[in-house]
């Protein structure tokens, strides 16, 4: 059973940074491809980065202000996330997946969501 838990949301205000982590139960957590998604009200869920051996990618939305990384010893992947913007509040979700790709379809496991608020 793989479980992916969430940590590190929170409020914050505009050009500030939080940390995510999502602690993942996966043997082969290397083999994985470990994403990060987003939902904001009422929009769809939406790609933000992920990551499998040192081999990142990101939406175009962020690239340059988060920076997601994987500890394999930790089984853990963090979004780091910087000059925050209030169109980043949202709640997000951590994703594990075999294949590599940027849509909801290519990842298995789903952590509950952590909120992220962005305040103006």
């Known amino acids: 059973q793989v479980q992916l838990i969430e940590s590190g949301g929170g409020l914050v205000q505009a050009g500030g940074s939080l940390r995510l982590a999502c602690a993942a139960s996966?043997?082969?957590?290397?083999?994985?491809?470990m994403g990060w998604f987003r939902q904001a009200p009422g929009k769809e869920r939406e790609f933000v980065a992920a990551?499998?051996?040192?081999?990142?990618f990101y939406a175009d939305s962020v690239r340059g202000r988060f920076t997601i990384s994987g500890d394999n010893a930790e089984n853990t992947v963090y979004l780091q996330m910087s000059s925050l913007k209030p169109e980043d509040t949202a709640v997000y979700y951590c994703?594990?997946?075999?294949?590599?790709?940027?849509?909801?379809?290519?990842?298995?496991?789903w952590g509950q969501g952590t909120q992220v608020t962005v305040s103006s």
């Open positions: 994703a594990a997946g075999i294949i590599r790709g940027s849509s909801q379809r290519h990842y298995d496991y």
């Open positions: 990551t499998r051996s040192g081999a990142s």
């Open positions: 996966i043997r082969t957590f290397s083999t994985y491809v």
